[in-house]
């Protein structure tokens, strides 16, 4: 039997997919802590995009609801993500000062999340990474909210960077920890 066709190849197969990805996130985080306003108007303008495309999904989607509520709430809550995209992408520089505030609430809830999962995998080798990053995402959640206003234009760059960087760097830890436990 080959090494390709063992039963643990497609396993192996996606740990070195999962090192790519890991990989990827820790230079996107690094690149976006170098240029911390650049990456907040690039996550603005993201945001904007997808709120927008949100928007529009959403008014289609209102043609194939079957009762006036339906219609009606879809065709409201359509207009309200494409008026709140197309303010992002027109006005990313005051757009950051409200996604400072969510990305607040994101950390927090991704942090909450994690240490519940951490708990639920908590005997496993190689767990406590993800304590850690969930410890670091609550930390950024405390940051943002002490910092804002004041630090909007450059504190959703840097943060988002070190919890990509942090991602990434849990990520390959948790990796190789699989690959080391695979090979022996």
């Given at each position: 039997?080959?090494?390709?066709?063992?039963?643990?190849?497609p396993v192996?197969?996606?740990?070195g997919?999962?090192i790519?990805?890991?990989?990827?996130?820790?230079v996107?985080?690094?690149?976006?802590?170098?240029?911390?306003?650049?990456s907040?108007?690039?996550?603005?303008?993201?945001?904007g995009?997808?709120?927008?495309i949100?928007?529009?999904?959403h008014l289609?989607?209102?043609?194939?609801?079957?009762?006036?509520?339906?219609?009606?709430?879809e065709?409201?809550?359509?207009?309200?993500?494409?008026?709140?995209?197309?303010?992002?992408?027109?006005?990313?520089?005051v757009?950051?000062?409200s996604?400072?505030?969510f990305l607040?609430?994101y950390?927090?809830?991704?942090g909450?999340?994690?240490i519940?999962h951490?708990?639920?995998?908590?005997?496993?080798?190689g767990?406590?990474w993800?304590?850690?990053?969930?410890?670091?995402?609550i930390?950024?959640?405390?940051?943002?909210?002490?910092?804002?206003?004041?630090?909007?234009?450059?504190?959703?760059?840097?943060l988002?960077?070190?919890?990509l960087?942090?991602?990434?760097?849990?990520r390959?830890?948790?990796?190789?920890?699989?690959?080391r436990?695979l090979?022996?």
């Amino acid at each position: 039997m080959s090494a390709a066709s063992t039963p643990l190849a497609p396993v192996r197969h996606a740990l070195g997919w999962s090192i790519v990805m890991a990989i990827l996130l820790t230079v996107a985080g690094i690149a976006a802590i170098l240029v911390p306003l650049v990456s907040g108007v690039a996550i603005a303008l993201i945001v904007g995009w997808f709120f927008t495309i949100a928007g529009v999904l959403h008014l289609l989607f209102a043609w194939k609801t079957h009762t006036t509520s339906g219609v009606l709430f879809e065709i409201l809550l359509g207009f309200l993500y494409i008026f709140s995209g197309l303010y992002l992408l027109f006005h990313p520089i005051v757009g950051l000062v409200s996604l400072t505030i969510f990305l607040a609430g994101y950390f927090l809830f991704k942090g909450v999340v994690q240490i519940v999962h951490f708990f639920r995998i908590q005997p496993r080798h190689g767990s406590w990474w993800l304590l850690f990053d969930a410890i670091i995402s609550i930390v950024l959640a405390v940051m943002i909210w002490i910092s804002w206003p004041l630090s909007a234009a450059w504190v959703v760059g840097t943060l988002v960077g070190i919890s990509l960087l942090f991602t990434g760097l849990s990520r390959l830890m948790l990796t190789l920890t699989v690959r080391r436990a695979l090979a022996a």
